[in-house]
């Protein structure tokens, strides 16, 4: 039997071939969800190669999370999937087997990177520690991206987006003072630990170009929201014991660092110097209780009592929709901007002038917006998008073709459900 006979209906082969600074760079991906499916995007839209391995069935959760057209569950049809997966090609193998663990040494030997999200002692369990892995592939650099990182006495711990957040210290600063901390938004923190994975896996490639070795990157998602969500303020604790506390919808520096109400929503007015205050008291008409010294003392406004000139200023931006405060702004040189909406997001012309939104299909042939290349080179640009695999798409070109494993293995795996 030839491995064409072995196709399921959905598979196709591989699109045309790669455009981008990785192409050549064959990346295999194991784990689920977000951080390493994120990393692995990202190299994926430079032209790197991802094998993307899911368990036989159902596949990768995300496949099961969601969005999905007028909310009707389908594995082929998840938004989250679609997103993190473009432009990859996907397998399935159950990896816990004998045999699945094998074909996955196999995918190694002749891959570049292996990127994934399992706790140590998966990796223990399934025999793919890096010590294993370097056997192998001597020059493989392998990608850990976890919540705690592969060391450390939390590192064994089964954790989510929500507990980096906690631990790391970014939930303590986000909410109002009088309330209880939250939580960053929508799994944010797996996305970090997925972007700090990919620039490290191209440092390493890059080591590995000029001395001939690979390494283990071992990214902890904590440690990413620590630097990005209060890093400066761990600085200040350490240095003068101070402790930043949660400020809601404002930062206490100088007035105004906020967000307030307008006509049609809402408008983020954050300015830095004098001139940008003096312009908006003139476009609200110069108030007569612009005068008072009490009003112009930004450094006392921001600290003392914000709450008192916003009330001052709301009527204005009550009477004017976010469109119009934008472009007064705009005329005056004052650097404010409308809080947009998801629709209008998707209709600025910015994003739209730099083609940032890309048409993909789906497993079923219908269309979907999605974000285009995140990592944009001038001179080496990415190609287009191209479509998330459907599940186990690739299974028979990848293992077939790449591995060489004969047609009657397949069956016999596919049987026995490794495949």
Not at 60 to 72: E, L, S, T, W
Not at 251 to 260: D, E, M, S
Not at 269 to 292: F, T, Y
Request: some cysteine; proline content about 8%; charged content about 20%.
């Amino acid at each position: 039997m030839s491995p064409r006979a072995l196709r399921h209906a959905s598979e196709r082969p591989p699109a045309s071939p790669k455009v981008g600074v990785l192409r050549g760079v064959r990346i295999v991906e194991l784990g689920a969800y977000i951080s390493a499916a994120y990393c692995a995007r990202l190299l994926a839209e430079q032209g790197a190669e991802v094998i993307k391995v899911e368990p036989p069935g159902g596949g990768d959760p995300a496949r099961r999370h969601g969005p999905f057209p007028d909310n009707v569950p389908d594995v082929e049809r998840s938004g989250l999937f679609l997103f993190l997966n473009t432009g990859k090609l996907g397998v399935t193998l159950d990896v816990a087997t004998p045999s699945g663990a094998s074909l996955v040494l196999e995918l190694v030997r002749r891959a570049d990177v292996l990127v994934h999200n399992y706790l140590p002692q998966d990796l223990e369990r399934l025999g793919l520690t890096f010590e294993r892995l370097r056997q192998v592939n001597p020059t493989l650099v392998l990608t850990s991206v976890t919540t705690f990182g592969q060391e450390g006495p939390y590192s064994r711990y089964k954790t989510y987006a929500i507990n980096a957040a906690a631990a790391g210290g970014a939930a303590h600063r986000i909410g109002k003072p009088e309330r209880y901390p939250i939580t960053t938004p929508y799994e944010r923190i797996d996305y970090w630990g997925g972007m700090n994975g990919a620039a490290a896996t191209m440092l390493a490639l890059l080591v590995r170009r000029k001395f001939g070795r690979g390494q283990h990157v071992d990214i902890a998602a904590a440690e990413a929201v620590n630097t990005f969500g209060n890093g400066v303020d761990t600085v200040n604790y350490v240095d003068t014991g101070s402790i930043t506390r949660r400020h809601g919808i404002r930062t206490p520096i100088q007035y105004p660092y906020t967000v307030l109400p307008c006509k049609d929503g809402y408008f983020a007015m954050i300015i830095g110097n004098d001139n940008h205050w003096q312009r908006w008291l003139e476009l609200m008409g110069n108030p007569e209780w612009a005068q008072n010294p009490r009003y112009q003392d930004r450094v006392a406004m921001g600290h003392d009592y914000p709450e008192e000139v916003d009330e001052l200023v709301k009527p204005f931006l009550a009477r004017h929709t976010k469109k119009e405060l934008w472009a007064m702004c705009r005329e005056r040189k004052i650097p404010w901007h409308a809080v947009q909406t998801v629709a209008e997001v998707l209709e600025w012309e910015q994003f739209k002038a730099r083609g940032y939104w890309q048409r993909v299909a789906d497993g079923r042939g219908v269309k979907w917006t999605l974000p285009g290349p995140q990592l944009r080179l001038v001179k080496t640009p990415a190609g287009p998008l191209e479509p998330a695999p459907t599940l186990g798409e690739h299974t028979v070109h990848v293992f077939g073709g790449l591995l060489g494993v004969p047609a009657e293995e397949l069956v016999s795996l596919r049987r026995t459900g490794v495949i």
